[in-house]
């Protein structure tokens, strides 16, 4: 296991400028933390600690106030994602760094297999081969196989989440960031993304975590840092804004 | 230190625009200092020229699709018709990367030109009037193209132009009709088989599913995804419909008034937007 962490977050915050209300919203304020390869770190803290916008921060869908990102490449290179030019991060995105939100957006009429093939599609695997393994890890998520062939488009809250988890544990990527990926699944379910997460840190992949049960931080986590609200926000989610 | 090392093998440029831009109109000296979005206008309050797009500059990869996004007027059309040589800019560069060859656009001559619109560009305009030769065939819009190109054995067109109506599911036994018996999403779906005729490496498309069916829309969003990945064409996706951005481009310009007022990746631009002008447009298509 090496110990060079393949993420390091240092000093980030995140501002947001809201120009129609006039406001400035802090969300993140001096993070710093490791991500290493092969193990799990969870992001912990209160709601408007700003653990969701860490992991959008470091995806760059949030473009960062300050701080640096460093991730090192697979050929031991440095690249500060903070800085780094659109096309490097969608290369980055294509190959190395993963992301499982809550979200599903998908094309109208795709099937949920080629949804799950997709991130192996444009690495360039041959489309029956991606396919398979698409199919695989769907069973061992416990999708009925009768939705294999559908558009995830009408999907549950719970069935959306297992396309999401089965298309970003497939594509093993070296940085993995998950958000609550859990949140809206049975327990027997829960075991098998133990499991695949398990697997995966076995395979060299590093992982930035929230989740939504203290057990499952208990359960995975290598590391744990712990978020606070940036000052001057702690009254902002009791609803008095100041 | 950082940045140094990271391999890139996927950058492919195909396209590389700086300062383009057009003015309607005489133009004089203040037509830039007096129009754009802080002025509200892209018309020049002295001379009463339109500032249709000004100062464009933007790079784009092979197998990449760029949006660019903005409001009815904006110049989203402008551009890609200027890259197209429909509309011949008033100032700026693109070069074209093809084969181990540069070509800079405006520099070529008539003949130059033509031979990369017919062959390596392919284009899909909002109306489907502009792309697509209503006196004549599916087929025959297809072959003509061909025609243009280098293939010329009438059994060889008419197999290509099959496969390619096949290819964005346009009935075969159609092709002999004319496009004006078709509804709006086969005609768009024709413009796409002729903008594809030539396999070109480049492909413009001008709000390719606006005034769809949502159903039509889908199928022709799912065909051109099916081309990027399968063909590695870079293309520019002109449109206003941020669902159409978000499942199609990875980065986005964003239009006003003929200029960039900001651009980055997609996901960024719709959900961190920078600008105030960005921020209304996304919080009101929620
Ligand atoms: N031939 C022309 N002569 C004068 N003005 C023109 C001409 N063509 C376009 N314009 C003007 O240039 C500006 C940009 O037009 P353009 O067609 O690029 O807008 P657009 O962003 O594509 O809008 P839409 O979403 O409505 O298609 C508009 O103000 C338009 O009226
Ligand atoms: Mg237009
Ligand atoms: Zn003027």
Redesign the interface.
């Known amino acids: 296991m090496s110990d060079q962490p393949i993420l390091e977050v240092r000093d980030y915050s995140k501002t947001?400028?809201?120009?129609?209300q006039g406001k400035t919203l802090p969300s993140s304020s001096h993070v710093n933390l490791n991500v290493y390869p092969g193990r799990l770190t969870a992001l912990i803290g209160p709601t408007g600690a700003g653990k969701s916008t860490v992991l959008?921060g470091i995806y760059?869908?949030?473009?960062p106030s300050s701080g640096?990102l460093?991730y090192r490449?697979a050929?031991?290179?440095?690249?500060?994602l903070a800085?780094?030019d659109?096309?490097?991060?969608?290369?980055?995105r294509?190959r190395d760094i993963g992301f499982v939100t809550q979200f599903l957006?998908t094309?109208?009429?795709?099937s949920t297999e080629d949804v799950v093939a997709m991130p192996l599609?444009?690495r360039g695997v041959e489309r029956g081969t991606a396919r398979a393994q698409a199919r695989d890890i769907l069973q061992r998520l416990n999708l009925p196989e009768r939705l294999w062939g559908v558009s995830p488009a009408t999907f549950s809250g719970g069935e959306r989440q297992r396309v999401n988890l089965a298309r970003g544990l497939l594509a093993k990527p070296r940085l993995l960031l998950l958000d609550e990926p859990t949140a809206s699944l049975d327990p027997k379910t829960t075991d098998r993304v133990v499991e695949l997460i398990a697997e995966l840190k076995q395979g060299g992949t590093g992982l930035l975590a929230i989740f939504h049960s203290p057990a499952l931080v208990e359960r995975l986590a290598d590391a744990v840092v712990e978020l606070a609200p940036p000052p001057g926000t702690e009254h902002f989610f009791e609803g008095t804004t100041p | 230190m950082v940045n140094d090392n990271i391999s890139t093998p996927t950058l492919d440029k195909v396209l590389e625009v700086r300062g383009l831009g057009k003015v309607y109109g005489n133009g004089c000296p203040h037509c830039f200092d007096l129009t754009g979005p802080e002025h509200d206008t892209n018309i020049c309050p002295r001379c009463g020229s339109v500032v249709a797009a000004h100062n464009l500059s933007f790079d784009l990869c092979r197998g990449e699709i760029l949006g660019i996004m903005g409001e009815s007027g904006s110049g989203k059309s402008t551009a890609v018709k200027a890259l197209y040589f429909d509309e011949a800019p008033t100032c700026g560069t693109a070069v074209f990367y093809d084969q181990g060859n540069a070509y800079d656009l405006y520099a070529l001559n008539a003949a130059q030109q033509r031979q990369l619109r017919n062959q390596r560009f392919g284009m899909v305009y909002q109306n489907p009037v502009l792309g697509l030769n209503f006196n004549v065939s599916a087929g025959g819009n297809i072959a003509e193209r061909l025609l243009m190109s280098n293939l010329s054995h009438y059994g060889e067109i008419r197999q290509r132009a099959t496969t390619l109506l096949r290819r964005t599911e346009v009935l075969t036994q159609r092709m002999d009709e004319l496009p004006k018996n078709f509804s709006g999403g086969m005609q768009q779906r024709v413009q796409i088989a002729k903008a594809l005729a030539t396999n070109p490496p480049l492909l413009l498309l001008d709000e390719v599913t606006t005034g769809l069916d949502l159903s039509v829309q889908a199928a022709i969003l799912d065909l051109i995804m099916e081309i990027q990945q399968e063909l590695g064409t870079a293309m520019i996706a002109v449109t206003h419909d941020l669902g159409v951005i978000r499942l199609l481009a990875g980065r986005t310009l964003v239009m006003k008034y003929g200029r960039v007022i900001e651009s980055g990746l997609t996901d960024q631009i719709l959900e961190d937007p920078q600008h105030a002008y960005t921020q209304r447009l996304v919080a009101s298509a929620l």
């Open positions: 947001f400028v809201l120009h129609e959008k760059l869908t949030y473009l640096q460093l490449t050929n031991g290179g440095r690249v500060d800085t780094a659109e096309h490097q991060i969608l290369a980055l294509q957006h094309l109208p009429r795709q599609f444009q």
